[in-house]
Nanobody, 122 residues
């Protein structure tokens, strides 16, 4: 079955960097989108960035443009999220997801990972 497993979360200072990785397996990802969402305590799940697994076309939320970069390695079946200039308000659990549109939203996701926690301290 389809699985997405996140790694790379942790504690980082304001302005620091962190790289998250999502390892995908099972089923097919060709023709699908793999993306990242985040959810802060008491808030809804927010789109961060996504990438088409075969063509490598990307889409980012306005709030992360110029600071976050999403990439994929088809040979390793991974989708990475490089996060720079992190802010305390970006503390959240980050989730990897498979969907069917570059206009990715929770409604367009069919599989979720379990998430990895990112904490940005001031």
């Amino acid at each position: 079955q389809v699985q997405l497993v996140e790694s790379g979360g942790g504690l980082v200072q304001d302005g620091g960097s962190l790289r998250l990785s999502c390892t995908v397996s099972g089923g097919t990802f060709i023709g699908y989108i793999v993306g990242w969402f985040r959810q802060a305590p008491g808030k809804g799940r927010e789109f961060v960035a996504c990438i088409s697994f075969d063509e490598g076309i990307t889409s980012d939320a306005d709030s992360v443009k110029g600071r976050y970069t999403i990439s994929r390695d088809n040979a390793k079946n991974t989708v990475d999220l490089q996060m720079n200039s992190l802010k305390p308000e970006e503390t959240a659990k980050y989730y990897c997801a498979r969907g069917n549109s570059l206009r990715l939203s929770p409604a367009r996701v069919d599989y979720w990972g379990k998430g990895t926690l990112v904490t940005v301290t001031s």
